[in-house]
Nanobody, 124 residues
Framework: QVQLVESGGGLVQAGGSLRLSCAVSGRTFSNYNMAWFRQAPGKEREFVAAIATNGGSTAYADSVNGRSTISRDRAKNSVYLQMNSLKLEDTAVYYC?????????????????WGQGTQVTVSS
């Protein structure tokens, strides 16, 4: 059984920063490609960022590229999303996902495991 638990969301002013964390249970964390998705009210879940099993490859949505950094820590079985220069349109519930194929890293249906989500609200 794999469980993902996100944390680090909250209320932040536009231009501020947040660091989201996702703790992964299970012994095969190092075998999983990991990703962050987000879903705003009334919108579909969308890809934000992904990191490959070895941490050597990363990918970002155009909307966050240059403002966000995804990373992973094998010793802590965790993945992180550092978000800077936050914008109002970054407001959403952010979800951590695990075990998707790298070739389809931006597709939500590719991922086998999901966290419960953490709310990020950016205010003006």
């Amino acid at each position: 059984q794999v469980q993902l638990v996100e944390s680090g969301g909250g209320l932040v002013q536009a231009g501020g920063s947040l660091r989201l964390s996702c703790a992964v249970s299970g012994r095969t964390f190092s075998n999983y490609n990991m990703a962050w998705f987000r879903q705003a009210p009334g919108k579909e879940r969308e890809f934000v960022a992904a990191i490959a099993t070895n941490g050597g490859s990363t990918a970002y949505a155009d909307s966050v590229n240059g403002r966000s950094t995804i990373s992973r820590d094998r010793a802590k079985n965790s993945v992180y999303l550092q978000m800077n220069s936050l914008k109002l349109e970054d407001t959403a519930v952010y979800y951590c996902a695990a075990a998707g194929r790298w070739s389809r890293r931006w597709v939500a249906d590719e991922y086998d495991y999901w966290g419960q989500g953490t709310q990020v609200t950016v205010s003006s």
